[in-house]
């Protein structure tokens, strides 16, 4: 990469759940991400910035700030930045239809595939009873998830020492749990839905922190991820396909990990 420009270019990206602000964002790897992988468009589906988290404790290192400037340079290169706020970036919901250095803030959007499909773009959160109706157990619930995330940091610090591959605490309790499955199956059905009363093909989101791609009564379900965890994105090839991408190693800049979970129908 002696140009330094990135080795990989699709028709669209998206990037949800940063949680820029918080202690257990991996920012830093997803600016490394971002060295390597470029698109036409990027739409970041919410909790980029987790206003939560700086409200308890002020924390926003470097790394928080480089990922903010390299989207704003993304805009002055002509890529489209599209910003849909989620519940931890709530703040901006104040601010649909503007635009902050080129990047513009909507409350949802409609992606047009290749093939014509339609995708409703969406963070997700409406749709989650817990923190519509009980934001103190939200909280509660938040704290509690940056627990596990400490904890899952000291069990692989230990597993690197013994040459161990990454283990996410949390993605196993989310496919362990049946109260957890329950709820992801749950969220997906009624996202889903929502891009059915939308007159979409698909959905995309985040919020849940669980990336896939599935198809569900008929309509494409897709979720982005997140950056705290598993750093994953979703893109759209140029061709139409869509895939989950998995960034395993920041220092493995020209060989990124991809994980193939499914391709456009």
């Known amino acids: 990469m002696s140009d330094g420009s990135p080795e990989r270019h699709f028709r669209t990206l998206f990037i949800s759940d940063v949680h820029l602000g918080a202690r257990g964002s991996q920012a830093d790897r997803l600016f490394d991400f971002l060295r390597v992988h470029d698109a036409d468009t990027i739409y970041l589906v919410g909790d980029i910035v987790d206003g939560w988290a700086l409200q308890s404790n002020w924390h926003w290192p470097q790394s928080h700030n480089d990922f903010v400037q390299k989207m704003l ?19 901006l919901r104040s601010y649909y239809g503007t ?31 817990v923190v519509q109706n009980a934001r103190w157990l939200a909280h509660l619930g938040d704290k509690a998830y940056d627990f596990a995330i400490r904890m899952n940091r000291l069990v692989n610090a ?11 605490l949390s993605q196993w309790a989310k496919l ?27 959905v995309i989101c985040g919020h849940i922190h669980y990336a ?54």
């Open 99 to 129: 635009h902050f250095g080129g990047i513009e803030v909507v409350e949802t959007a409609i992606h047009e595939g290749v093939d014509g499909k339609r995708y409703l773009v969406i963070h997700g959160d409406i749709f989650d009873l």
């Open 212 to 265: 896939t791609i599935r198809d569900e009564n008929g309509i494409r379900y897709m979720n982005c991820g997140d950056w705290v965890e598993s750093c994953t994105a979703l893109v759209e090839h140029e061709d139409g396909r869509f895939e989950i991408l998995t960034w395993s190693d920041p220092l493995r800049r020209t060989q990124p990990v991809a994980r193939v979970t499914a391709q456009a129908a």
């Open 158 to 168: 230990f597993r690197k020492l013994f040459g161990v591959p990454y283990w996410s």
């Open 176 to 202: 362990k749990v049946k109260n957890a499955v329950n709820y992801i199956g749950a969220f997906e059905q009624t996202l889903a839905g929502e891009a059915k009363r939308h007159g979409a093909d698909g």
């Open 73 to 91: 340079r993304k805009v002055r290169k002509g890529a489209r930045v599209i910003y849909i706020p989620g519940n931890h970036d709530e703040f």
